[in-house]
């Protein structure tokens, strides 16, 4: 079974700073998918930024963007310039790949707070 | 534009009674699935299908848990009798199957005293 585990329960940053959370996970597969969700405290699931395997290549969404390295199992993500709408949970997610994988595997979630 | 939409938003209801949540995909997909989030626990899988087949419900707590398909716009999830243990915030999903991304509804809190 895979897992997924997010070390810090909490984070704050000021705006406009960049501030990084960190993901690692464990699986023995070699093509998944890799995913950071945000959720506000409207409490909906808002997917921030995606990532497959296979793909070198880091991810980047405008001020998101992940580092993924495959080697170590990890996938973090980095918020650029900061923003007061950026305060919220944010959880990593993992999902095999291909027809027996497609369970969304959670992290714990980190709460950020954005200060102005 | 992938959309779920879930009812009822909040539910509060007293121990041993049934509760019902509701679930509509408002577009096209293969697979829904059922998630619960609670502090202690985070969210967790609680069943999924796959055009309208359970695939894998052993995330479902127990025999009180019940979920339907009944067709691709419409899914249940039942409990019977509720507890006070399951009381959280329930959620429907749906996946693109060319991206793996998956769509949430903005989901159902249950309190159940």
């Known amino acids: 079974a895979q897992t997924v585990t997010q070390s810090q329960p909490e984070m704050s940053v000021q705006e406009a700073e960049t501030v990084t959370l960190s993901c690692t996970y464990d699986t023995s597969e070699s093509n998944y998918y890799l995913f950071w969700y945000k959720q506000p405290p409207s409490r909906q699931m808002i997917l921030v930024i995606r990532q497959e395997a296979y793909k070198q290549q880091n991810a980047t969404e405008n001020r998101f963007s992940v580092n993924f390295q495959k080697a170590a199992k990890s996938f973090s993500l980095k918020i650029s310039d900061s923003q007061l709408g950026d305060t919220a949970m944010y959880f990593c997610?993992?999902?095999?790949?291909?027809?027996?994988?497609?369970?969304?595997?959670f992290g714990g979630g980190t709460r950020l707070m954005v200060k102005p | 534009d992938a959309g779920v939409i879930q009812s009822p938003r909040h539910e509060v209801t007293e121990m041993g009674q049934e509760v019902t949540l509701r679930c509509k995909p408002i577009?096209?997909?293969?697979?829904l699935f059922w998630y619960r989030q609670t502090m202690m626990r985070g969210l967790e899988l609680l069943i999924y299908?796959?055009?309208?087949?359970?695939?894998?419900d052993s995330g479902m707590p127990e025999d009180r848990f019940s979920a339907k398909m009944p067709n691709a716009s419409f899914s249940t999830l039942k409990i019977q009798p509720s507890e006070p243990r399951d009381s959280a915030v329930y959620f429907c999903a749906i996946k693109n199957g060319d991206t793996g991304e998956l769509f949430f509804g903005e989901g159902s809190r249950l309190t159940v005293l």
């Open positions: 299908f796959n055009n309208n087949v359970p695939i894998d």
């Open positions: 997610a993992f999902m095999n790949w291909g027809h027996s994988g497609n369970m969304l595997t």
């Open positions: 577009s096209g997909h293969d697979y």
